[in-house]
């Protein structure tokens, strides 16, 4: 059975960088994509981007300029860093697997302030 | 982006009942829409992907239907722990979107 355990920082001051990463344990890792997800009272579920095990990317418009998504296939490790939070980036973040979002990451609650 | 409207937005039921959740896209996606459920404090949970088939373990009182822009979700003989917070999601384009969300209330 697949599971997906994430973790990261969860306080941030405006400006600085949030980093979160999420393992995959068990099932396979290629031939999946790997996705990055936030919820947000105000925005409900957003969509971040993803990446294959080939490194292939995808990002969402509104937030192309500041985050990357990178993966470590020999970890089996993805990892999003989003650069110069504000408190609107304040939410929590889900890891998540395949197009259909099969299986999600327990979420990390980050907060900017 | 392909905008997702979920209706309605909160439902009230009680234990037994059947009810339906309707999600619409702003334009054609096939069937590559899937269901979410989401209890307070946990991450959503996955019942079906392309718009009617069941994830692995999910119960078949869980159903969805539709194709290109119309799509709906059915519970049937609501149990205490259908209770919950349902979301469609469509992946047939980048970015990926998801509705507003239906609360299932008692």
């Known amino acids: 059975q697949v599971q997906l355990q994430q973790w990261g920082a969860g306080l941030l001051k405006p400006s600085e960088t949030l980093s979160l990463t999420c393992a995959v344990y068990?099932?396979?890792?290629?031939?999946?994509?790997w996705h990055w997800i936030r919820q947000s009272p105000g925005k409900g579920l957003e969509w971040i981007g993803e990446?294959?095990?080939?490194?292939?990317?995808n990002y969402n418009p509104s937030l192309k300029n500041r985050v990357n998504i990178l993966i470590d296939t020999s970890k089996k490790w993805f990892s999003l860093t989003l650069t110069a939070v504000t408190a609107a980036d304040t939410a929590v973040y889900y890891c998540?697997?395949?197009?259909?979002?099969?299986?999600w990451g327990q979420g990390t609650t980050v907060t900017v302030s | 982006d392909i905008q997702m409207t979920q209706s309605p937005s909160s439902l009230s039921a009680s234990v037994g009942d059947r009810v339906t959740i309707t999600c619409r896209a702003s334009?054609?996606?096939?069937?590559?829409l899937a269901w979410f459920q989401q209890k307070p404090g946990q991450a959503p949970k996955s019942l079906i992907y392309?718009?009617?088939r069941l994830q692995s373990g999910v119960p078949s009182k869980f159903s969805g239907s539709g194709s290109g822009t119309d799509f709906t979700l059915t519970i049937n003989s609501l149990q205490p722990e259908d209770f919950a917070t349902y979301y469609c999601?469509?992946?047939?384009?980048?970015?990926?979107?998801f509705g507003q969300g239906t609360n299932l209330e008692i």
């Open positions: 998540a697997r395949g197009w259909d979002f099969q299986v």
């Open positions: 068990g099932g396979s890792f290629s031939g999946y994509y």
């Open positions: 990446i294959n095990h080939g490194g292939t990317t």
């Open positions: 334009q054609d996606i096939n069937t590559f």
């Open positions: 392309g718009a009617s």
């Open positions: 999601h469509q992946y047939d384009s980048t970015p990926y979107t």
